[in-house]
């Protein structure tokens, strides 16, 4: 037994992505070793990082390198770096938990379906424990850079609930991982297939990576071994636009974003001038599972004169676009530069506001081709959304990069843009309506609707969580402004003929004494009543004051716990509907009840939650029993 072995179980997580990964993977397996090269290449940036203050963490071999190797008689296949390495608490850490929060929910929406189990776990990213794909047993040697021999650590594992882990004495720095492959994985324990894909998926990184060739000595010779660089090793970004083929693109963006599908599309561009720097930004055509979540991973992979300096520089783009992911490399940020120091340099903010364009541009160009961009949008509209309040400079520019639902299709899709209602607004018509509801449903068959229909007046039907939040900070597009039809009066500005208003004025005025019975009726619940003339046939509809917090929003805020200010519907009653009739003519109770019905009812369709819903049931119930 060696010294101080230990035996662990995994966490639960590990455990369901395991599982989940050898079931779901398996005909796309040949990714073990991308991801296994990845986290060699990662390791030797971090190591050439924290060498910049002290190179004897080198310990000699400052050529950092990463190495595979196979032996197709032990059924082995070795993937090596002198990178960092790691210590054994790292070990137990890294290689036995996840650390990602929002992982146990995740790892809940699995089915058990193999391809839509795929599908999720790219959203994922599978990283080291993709051995297991190819592995029956995994073995780990690794040793942290700048400790001494004897602080080696050696993990293994059958990936079925524990692994091991043990001193061991380790003379150089950096990880060795040992693959014994399964009987059916053996296709990969060969130098042509282990070449290939080398070069299929890690020509781009700047850190080599090598095989051996091996020659076998006679009586006179030694055996040689000879190592071959077989990709490239020249990161993709300093190379010149024109020679980077689309499939090298997108193999550069798997390594980066640790992502298995292509990218929708991406943005080379080298800056020069008084800031001189390199970038390469891309969109993923998936959302990571953790969007929405926090601390989830973002931004960019920071260098500065190709040296690897942070991943995750989120200070480079505002969090709205914390879905693009890339590389930038400076030549002027000092290498020893932290993410506090980013945070104050000048130099950094100006930056920011350069690739926000870039990537808004890119989003604008994506836009001609409209299959594409409705997969962006569907799924990462929401987080673009975020956009006017947390960009106010840029309003303009991620205003015509928004999709919305609209009468002008009905369908729930999200699918026109702004400048299309634009181009379909009427004659007379000054402003863009819109109307926030709890679902598209509600959005749709609100009574709000009924005289735009009517005329024909197109408008944005709202029915995300994010989209109150958004129209108060999206307030114009292209000289519009932005009217939600369920607050204020309603002005349809030169749309309604001056006999139109003419009418709707004697109209008011000849119920004024209905709308007064109305407000005694209606007591405090109530901050206002009046006609309408937004209904065609419905009776009756509440309106919220102008400057009032909307319905969705208060839901939102009482969801998070905090406490709203109560607030009065405007009940606005149809003249012209039937049931207003008849009340015109009744009178003490009856009057009573249905005017309180009418108000209940047109909160209901609004979406809103009545304060009693049990006098609406009884009033209902003896009215219907009358
Ligand atoms: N070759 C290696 N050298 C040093 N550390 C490693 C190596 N491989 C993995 N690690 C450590 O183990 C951690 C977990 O690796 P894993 O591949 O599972 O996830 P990741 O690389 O962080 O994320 P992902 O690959 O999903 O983006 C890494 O973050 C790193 O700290």
């Not at 002198?82 to 995740?106: C, K, P, Q, W």
């Not at 073995?139 to 882990?165: C, D, I, K, M, N």
């Amino acid at each position: 037994m060696s010294a101080q072995e230990q035996t662990l179980g995994f966490q639960t997580e590990v455990k369901q992505l395991l599982h989940l990964m050898i079931n779901s993977l398996y005909s796309n397996r040949e990714i073990f070793l991308r991801e296994l090269i990845s986290n060699g290449a990662d390791a030797c940036d971090k190591l050439r990082y924290r060498a910049l203050e002290d190179d004897g963490l080198y310990e000699g071999d400052a050529d950092l390198r990463v190495e595979i190797e196979f032996d197709s008689e032990a059924k082995t296949v070795t993937v090596r770096d002198n990178g960092v390495g790691m210590n054994r608490e790292d070990v137990i850490a890294n290689l036995g938990t996840i650390a990602r929060s929002g992982t146990a929910d995740f790892l809940k929406q699995l089915s058990g379906e193999q391809q839509k189990d795929a599908k999720l776990i790219g959203q994922f990213g599978v990283g080291f424990y993709s051995g297991f794909i190819v592995a029956d047993e995994v073995v780990v040697r690794t040793r942290l850079a700048g400790t001494p021999a004897e602080q080696g650590v050696e993990w293994r594992s059958r990936g079925e609930g524990e692994f091991t882990v043990a001193d061991i004495e380790r003379a150089e720095h950096g990880t060795e991982i040992v693959l014994h492959l399964k009987e059916d994985a053996l296709e990969f324990a060969d130098e042509y297939r282990l070449k290939s894909l080398v070069r299929k998926y890690s020509d781009h990184i700047d850190v080599p990576v090598r095989m051996p060739t091996v020659q076998e000595g006679d009586e006179e010779t030694d055996t040689t071994i000879t190592w071959e660089t077989v990709n490239e090793a020249q990161a993709l970004w300093t190379r010149p636009k024109s020679e980077i083929s689309e499939d090298e693109y997108k193999a550069f963006y798997k390594h980066v974003a640790h992502d298995f599908s292509d990218p929708l599309t991406w943005s080379h561009n080298r800056v020069e001038g008084k800031l001189e720097y390199t970038s390469l930004l891309y969109v993923p055509s998936r959302a990571p599972f953790d969007l929405y979540q926090r601390e989830g991973a973002r931004g960019l992979k920071l260098y500065v004169q190709r040296v690897f300096i942070i991943d995750d520089a989120e200070q480079f783009l505002p969090l709205y676009l914390r879905f693009v992911k890339g590389v930038i490399d400076s030549n002027d940020l000092s290498l020893n530069v932290s993410r506090e120091i980013l945070q104050q340099d000048p130099q950094v903010e100006k930056m920011k506001s350069a690739l926000t364009r870039r990537a808004l541009d890119m989003l604008g160009k994506l836009a001609d081709d409209s299959e594409a961009y409705q997969n962006f949008w569907n799924q990462f509209g929401s987080v673009l959304k975020e956009g006017p309040a947390e960009d106010y400079s840029n309003r303009e520019k991620i205003g015509g990069l928004l999709r919305f639902s609209t009468t002008h299709t009905d369908s729930a899709t999200q699918d026109q843009s702004l400048a299309d209602y634009v181009g379909r607004m009427q004659e007379g018509q000054k402003a863009i309506y819109y109307i926030i509801a709890d679902s598209f449903n509600a959005a749709r068959h609100s009574p709000h609707l009924e005289i735009f229909r009517k005329k024909g007046i197109e408008v944005v039907l709202l029915h995300d969580r994010v989209d109150e939040w958004l129209m108060t900070h999206l307030s114009e597009f292209d000289g519009h402004q932005l009217t939600d039809i369920t607050r204020g009066d309603l002005d349809l500005g030169d749309i309604d003929s001056e006999e139109e208003k003419q009418a709707q004025q004697e109209n008011a005025k000849a119920r004024e004494g209905l709308v007064e019975r109305f407000r005694e009726a209606l007591g405090d619940q109530v901050q206002e009543v009046r006609v309408t003339h937004r209904l065609t046939q419905s009776p009756a509809c509440v309106v919220l004051p102008e400057n009032e917090m909307g319905y969705q929003m208060r839901r939102l805020m009482e969801a998070a716990g905090q406490s709203v200010p109560e607030v009065k519907p405007i009940l606005e009653i149809n003249p012209d509907h039937a049931l207003i009739n008849r009340l015109d003519s009744s009178e003490g109770d009856s009057f009573n009840d249905l005017a309180n019905v009418l108000l209940d009812q047109a909160i209901i369709a609004e979406g809103g939650s009545l304060d009693d819903p049990a006098a609406y049931v009884r009033r209902l119930n003896a009215m219907l029993s009358a």
